[in-house]
């Protein structure tokens, strides 16, 4: 026949489709043909491309790393890397939809509060020996620096040794005892967030996510979120300061690009079971806007640098925008470079950045809940069930865990833009999905690919930072739709932990204010200075205490349209063997018949045979009423009666 579809699998029935799913080409578990599993793999490496490359360039300055441009493209490749090992271990054995695994603003902030302790205060950086820009770096900060001991000859032979207290005032870029300097700070925070990470392994695979969720309200999530964006304003500015016109003109072109030109659809060749090569029309502007913005400014720059209308001396305004500043880079990068665990050493663990690492851990676990079941929607498969989530969550731990033993210097989580490329291409296929995870990881392993993104001028990485980080801004504050803000109760809570939030860590960390803090134990002082000078940590706790603490009803708090996410909505016109079969997409890829005839199964949170009925935190005691179905919270269940055993359908 014609249209008979002969590209998907057929080992198992069709799935049934629901008149709320949309109309998907591929859906979660379809097999798309090769040729389209890479073309569409790579359009999801492109689309989570732009804000995966911001994270090591955040990073790059607190981690006194430089201008060792080098350095920055070696951590560049381990996130692309690690992302896409991950995002494989989540589709295959986490949570099993075709969701992106990356890199993580949530984990910055935390990383920032931790490495602005005295302890790690950056020494000189010095590009060049030079014995006028040694004297006069040493001169001006001879008094503040207080960092990691560097080799003594060194420090001798270079007239940088503090006698007073053996600890070194300069470093030359590339050699070994500035990568030395740059190492130890990232081997502190890969051990914080490998450690705090097992909170998240903990809190997924036990699930106690169902219980946390009771608490965590919209009040509580958006001043966390939204001070992640706030707290990262001067980065954005100092990096677009370097040349105002070009940042300015990056953040036109990606305004243009995905608001302007959004629904304007170009044509391209596409491909259909049933109408097979065809004409297709793509939001081509809406799919790329970030990687088109980068990629016409960066051919700008690089006109301007050949005409020398930029600066050619160095230390002049807009010279930083010149393409040729790091082109050295790509000569010194190799080739190849296979990341590996324990690369820049073993990692080290702080009880203080284990604590301050926590924030992060519990925003990032918070916001991938709600992608789940934005993903599940997109691509086709029914809501997660409670096992699918806890198993997803405890995923990403694990994770996370990766992430700091390869030393990305960043923990993972799942990717809301890669959502909405699912959403747009109409493709919710997992294997889609696995296929641009094993891109990730080959271009990762490309050592000039990374090498030659370093070179993007810093202005249109500015430019870029002024858009995304306002977006994260915009996505906690978009939480507070569900709250009535017409409550002072609720505009008390949401203006207090903003404006604190703001407040304390901005004078925590100014000057020797950390030194009031004095409990007797230099331990405790550091977990204290740490948690307190992190914006997201401070906003959220004071917003979770609030909220829970002041009168005032579900409605008011905005918690009964914020708990409609997570419930089901009524299958319409399955009959039961359908409905049963719509969430074999969350089975495990194999020994499924083994754990359906455990029956111990039953009790295990993240198995596929699990019945949250057992745990009162899955509980709940009214019904809540979507599209005039009532749907009771805690308990939803098909009862698989050839097999004998409960299929649970539970939402959270």
Request: proline share 6%.
């Amino acid at each position: 026949m014609k249209n008979k579809r002969t590209d998907i699998r057929h080992d198992r029935p069709p799935r049934p489709r629901s008149r709320h799913m949309p109309e998907l080409q591929y859906t979660i578990e379809d097999v798309p043909p090769w040729y389209l599993c890479i073309f569409l793999g790579f359009q999801h490496y492109l689309t989570m491309f732009g804000a995966t490359i911001v994270i090591p360039i955040v990073l790059s300055q607190p981690l006194c790393i430089g201008n060792d441009f080098l350095a920055t493209s070696e951590i560049m490749s381990t996130i692309f890397f690690v992302s896409g090992l991950v995002t494989l271990l989540q589709t295959t054995f986490g949570c099993r939809l075709p969701i992106v695994q990356g890199g993580t603003f949530s984990f910055i902030l935390p990383t920032l509060s931790i490495l602005n302790l005295p302890q790690w205060t950056c020494p000189v950086i010095i590009d060049q020996v030079s014995p006028q820009m040694i004297n006069a770096s040493i001169n001006e900060t001879m008094e503040t620096l207080t960092t990691t001991t560097v080799t003594m000859d060194v420090m001798t032979s270079m007239n940088m040794t503090n006698t007073t207290t053996m600890t070194p005032v300069a470093v030359v870029i590339g050699t070994p005892e500035h990568r030395e300097v740059w190492q130890q700070r990232m081997r502190e925070i890969q051990g914080a967030i490998m450690v705090a990470s097992l909170m998240q392994v903990v809190i997924g695979f036990s699930g106690i996510m169902g219980c946390l969720l009771r608490f965590i309200g919209p009040l509580a999530i958006a001043p966390t979120i939204a001070l992640v964006g706030l707290s990262l304003f001067k980065p954005a500015a100092d990096f677009a300061s370097k040349q105002w016109w070009i940042a300015i003109a990056t953040v036109v072109l990606i305004v243009l690009f995905s608001q302007y030109l959004r629904n304007v659809k170009l044509p391209f060749c596409g491909y259909s079971k049933q109408q097979g090569c065809h004409k297709e029309w793509y939001p081509f502007f809406n799919l790329f806007p970030v990687i088109l913005g980068i990629a016409i400014m960066w051919g700008i720059c690089a006109i301007l640098t050949v005409t020398d209308v930029l600066h050619p001396n160095e230390g002049e305004w807009g010279h930083d925008a010149r393409t040729d500043v790091r082109i050295g880079v790509l000569q010194e990068a190799s080739w190849f470079r296979f990341p590996y665990p324990g690369q820049w050493g073993v990692p080290t663990v702080s009880v203080a950045a284990v604590f301050g690492m926590l924030a992060g851990v519990l925003a990032s676990m918070v916001e991938s809940v709600g992608d789940y079941y934005a993903c599940a929607r997109l691509s086709g498969a029914p809501p997660p069930p409670t096992h699918a989530i806890n198993r997803g969550i405890g995923m990403e731990g694990i994770g996370c865990i990766l992430a700091g033993a390869w030393g990305s210097g960043n923990g993972t989580t799942s990717y809301s833009e890669n959502i909405g490329v699912i959403g747009i291409t109409k493709v919710g296929s997992r294997r889609v999905i696995q296929t641009g995870a094993i891109i990730m990881m080959l271009f990762s392993i490309l050592g000039k690919f990374g090498a030659f993104f370093v070179t993007i001028p810093d202005p249109i990485v500015g430019g870029v930072f002024l858009v995304m980080f306002g977006m994260i801004l915009a996505v906690g504050i978009s939480n507070l739709q569900f709250v009535d803000l017409n409550s002072s109760r609720n505009l008390f809570v949401l203006g207090f932990s903003l404006f604190f939030g703001l407040t304390l860590p901005q004078w925590i960390s100014t000057g020797k204010n950390a030194d009031t803090i004095q409990t007797g134990s230099q331990a405790v002082d550091q977990i204290i200075v740490v948690l307190l000078s992190t914006s997201m940590f401070v906003g959220g706790f004071l917003g979770l205490v609030l909220d829970n603490t002041i009168p005032g009803t579900e409605d008011e708090r905005g918690l009964s349209q914020w708990k409609k996410q997570f419930v089901a909505e009524d299958e319409d016109g399955m009959d039961k063997d359908n409905a049963k079969r719509t969430f074999d997409c969350y089975d495990m890829p194999f020994g499924m018949s083994y754990i359906r005839s455990w029956r111990w199964t039953q009790y295990i949170p993240f198995c596929p045979t699990f019945e949250p009925s057992i745990s009162s935190c899955q509980r709940s005691e009214q019904p809540v009423e979507v599209n005039a179905v009532h749907v009771n919270m805690a308990e939803k269940e098909l009862i698989d009666e050839t097999n004998g055993y409960k299929r649970d359908t539970t939402y959270l």
